[in-house]
């Protein structure tokens, strides 16, 4: 069974403190990507990579950071937590172009930045 | 800009009625995506779009795309209650050159009454 496994389903951080969280995929995904839900904003692409140590900006990239070391491993970093990045964040992996079409997704971190 | 637009945002149905929602976007791509999201849980793939004229079917519900509308529609028919969801399309922006780099709509809350 294909899994994207997010490391905390609940998260509260105070204003100011770093932040990590971490994704992992066992698919052998080359792409993966950090998402943020906002309601009535849908689905807004933070970052996402291609390959180990690639990372790309995605639509609101700002207050945050990624790293990918690892092929299965895809980490978002909020530097200084801040009040307005209280949200649900998804990871979602999927295969390079040419090969299966879907996007699996984690279950999702609740953020709360207090 | 690739800009994705669901409506309605809201739909309110009784068991038994048929519905359709209606997606579309507003630059040239050649696959589209729908997902499904119960309350508190991830997002599930429910299909893959990648041409025009594609039809797909599950149960309930059927997925068409017409790229030339830049258009697609998910029809729901003889709604049950089990279908209550909230239901995002998706766009692939083709950013990087790479697939699964996705642009979602707002999603359209379903709720399903007896």
């Known amino acids: 069974d294909v899994k994207v496994t997010q490391s905390s389903r609940y998260l509260v951080k105070r204003t100011g403190e770093k932040v990590f969280l971490e994704c992992v995929q066992d698919?052998?995904?080359?792409?993966m990507f950090w998402y943020r839900q906002d309601p009535g904003l849908g689905l807004r692409l933070i970052y996402f990579?291609?390959?180990?140590?690639?990372?790309e900006k995605g639509d609101i990239p700002e207050g945050y950071s990624v790293s990918r070391e690892k092929k299965e491993r895809f980490s978002l970093i909020l530097e200084s937590a801040s009040t307005n990045q209280t949200s649900m964040y998804l990871c979602?992996?999927?295969?390079?172009?040419?090969?299966?079409?879907?996007?699996?997704f984690g279950s999702g971190t609740q953020l709360s930045v207090l | 800009e690739l800009k994705v637009e669901q409506n309605p945002l809201f739909l309110s149905m009784q068991e038994g009625k048929n519905y359709t929602i209606y997606c579309n976007y507003s630059?040239?791509?050649?696959?589209l995506y729908w997902y499904r999201q119960d309350p508190g849980k991830s997002l599930e793939s429910l299909f893959v779009?990648?041409?025009?004229?594609a039809v797909k079917q599950e149960g309930r519900l059927m997925a068409s795309l017409d790229t030339k509308a830049r258009l697609s529609t998910l029809h729901i028919t003889a709604a049950v209650h089990d279908l209550s969801a909230t239901y995002f399309c998706?766009?692939?922006?083709?950013?990087?050159?790479?697939?699964?780099?996705?642009?979602f709509g707002k999603g359209t809350k379903l709720s399903v009454k007896p």
């Open positions: 979602a992996s999927s295969f390079l172009r040419g090969r299966n079409e879907k996007l699996f």
């Open positions: 779009l990648l041409s025009n004229g």
């Open positions: 990579s291609y390959d180990v140590k690639m990372k």
């Open positions: 630059t040239t791509s050649d696959r």
């Open positions: 698919m052998d995904h080359e792409n």
């Open positions: 998706a766009v692939d922006s083709r950013r990087g050159g790479s697939q699964g780099n996705l642009i």
